[in-house]
């Protein structure tokens, strides 16, 4: 059942310089306690979907609809359904970890036995325990950021909107994130994630949407991105091929002194064996998210030039 | 929410963004009585002794005043640099509620201030109970007039650097050029209307009377001459720029 529905959402920002699409006609729906990413690139308009869908920005057209209520109309019904982490926020400069979490649920509405039990439990299961009760300006950019999405994890709100929580989190802090985040869809929430790493959606998520340039290019889930982008292998070569060669069977691309093909499991048998009669040296691996990701927007981009 | 919820999401914004920081870094207090500190020690030194008392009204109403310059500061600053007004919209917590937790925040970091002018006056120019009530009630709808005023302003800023300009502009012009620290009565009669069309003028009037030194009754112009209209007069402003706060600042992005 759908707590979400998007319905040809729209939003222009009109400025100095002219008109910035920054949606255009987004439809989607998020089921109940499902944790949902969204990807695009930067200013592709994830945020901005956020921002409509969790009240903070009224669209130019179209409809959010939030547990069956109209964010536009009804914003005072959603409210106290939702919190969110906002892009690249920052805790207040005095208060601790600890009072951050406990003051945000008390200003909520919550007991006070009740935020510091609760309290006491989120900061100890994203590791910012030995944090618990140090100002925020003595801490590193990645535990403030933390300190952000435990206030708002430590909610529980039915829906969670997360725009780029893990980001500036070491790999270990990321991934005790990930863990609360996956207990706050087992305790029935439902999230809303943005992320650059494609690894973190891969991950986290059940199902995925991609938006690029205001536009939703896929919904559905990591895998079937995977197929969608009809490259399901990854070939990489250390020289050997031009790419006017390899360019007819795939996508290339260059890292480093290597390049990658993104092909079909069929070129990908033929040009193996081309290699390899050519003394080449090549590996062979599953297409990850990220170059399915990169391959998807890729079309888009080459398709609006 | 209930009432009674969200005038305790109120004290809580209160005590976490003005009582906290105020205990961990009392000098931020230093910050508020500075400038008009200042402003008080330049009359000692080049204005008549009887202007004096003036200057320490001033010093209170100043101080009030600028809890809205304040509040514009901390309120723009919270949204655009730190991103955390959006947890507190996107969240049970009203506009209002918001607005008083703020406003009460900045009105804790003038106290010392407020303690430090009105011991003074106490020293210069004593007070009855009734004086002094009077002057603090004067003192505490300056502080709600300006701090919707700032919170109002605050909510129309796209960029960091539009804050200190439109800010200091604004309290300035609300504090420094009214007769908030000379009387009146220095303005040419002809040309004292100019000075109602400030609201921080009704209540320096309403402060001068109520502490005794605002010399003649017919000193304003017209019917302005009357208290009971200047206290109206204030009192309708600061309910225009609660009620602008509530219901025109942008809570949410347009």
Redesign the interface.
Known sequence: MPVLEAEHVAKTYFGRRGEVRALDDVSLSIDKGRLFAFLGRNGAGKTTFI?IA?????PTAGVVRLFGEDVVRS??AV??H??????????????TPR?HVE??L????ASRESAVARSDEILHAMGLGPFADE?AFRLSGGVQQRT?VA??LA?RAPFL?LDEPTLGMDPFARRQVWEVIRAATRGGSTVLLTTHYLDEAEQLSEELAVIEGGKLLYRGAAEQLKAKVGREVRLQFAGGFEDAELAPYGRVLHERDRTTLLTTRRAAAELTDRALGRGIAVSVGPVTLEEAFLELVGRGIEEDE | ?TAR?QL??AW??C???GL??LG??PLLTAAVFLTPFSFLFFLYVIAKPEFFPYGVVGGVLFTSLFTGNGMLNDCAYLRL????Q?????????PIAYLLGMALSELAFTIPALGLFLGILQLVHPLSAFSFLALLGVALVTWLMSTTLGFLISTFFRQLREIWPIGTLTFSTLSVLPPVFYPLSIIHAPYRWIAFLAPSTYSAVLADRAVGLSGAPDIAPGFLSDPFVELGVLVAITLLFALAAVYLARW???
Do not use: C, D
């Open positions: 921002k969790a009240t903070l920005l009224l914003p005072r409210r106290p939702i919190a969110v982490v906002p892009q690249e926020g920052r805790p207040f400069f005095h208060l009072e003051e945000y008390r200003t909520r509405g100002p952000l206030m708002i909610t909107f | 929410m919820t305790n999401a809580r914004i005590y976490f963004n906290v920081p961990r870094q640099e730190r991103q955390l959006p947890i507190f919209v996107a969240s049970p917590v009203r949410r992005e347009p």
